[in-house]
């Protein structure tokens, strides 16, 4: 009895942070995102992108041709952890890189999303921090039926 308590206690105040509030929204933005890998892969859209722990920095070589003059967003988000998300404006350096400051990260698997200010088309990945250093990010194809 105890026991049963103590679970009813845990499921009311613990937060469903996994558990999405609106599906049908969701199933909208799915549509607008399989676009937006579409237009990655018209573009030809790749980046590299370089993690340096040791200056709490992250460089990226995009090529994304014809926008390569505008600033980019890169979005870390963590699967299970939402207060760990961090989205980085990258700025053109010199040298035609890209650059931003990288906050501390906890270990683990991270999601990787690339996108242009525009939102007009994006590349995602997934990296083991801080083991992996370096992602290569390449348009995903769409297998969706038309």
Known sequence: M????ATLVIAINAP???VADDYYKDGLAI?????????????????????????????????????????????????TLEDQDVT????RAGDGTYHASLPSLAPGH??????????????????LLPESRMLD???QENTQPQ
């Open 137 to 139: 990010l390449a348009p």
């Open 88 to 91: 980085l404006l990258l700025r």
């Open 110 to 127: 991270w999601h990787v999303l690339l996108e242009p200010e525009d939102l007009f088309w994006r590349l995602t990945g997934r990296i």
């Open 31 to 79: 549509n607008r995102t399989l676009e937006r890998d579409d237009e990655a892969q018209r573009l030809g859209a790749k980046a590299r992108l370089q993690f340096d722990f040791t200056a709490n920095r992250v460089a990226a070589n995009i090529s994304a041709e014809p926008f390569a003059d505008q600033q980019y967003r890169l979005r870390l988000t963590h699967p």
């Open 2 to 5: 105890v026991a049963g308590f």
């Open 16 to 18: 469903d942070g996994l």
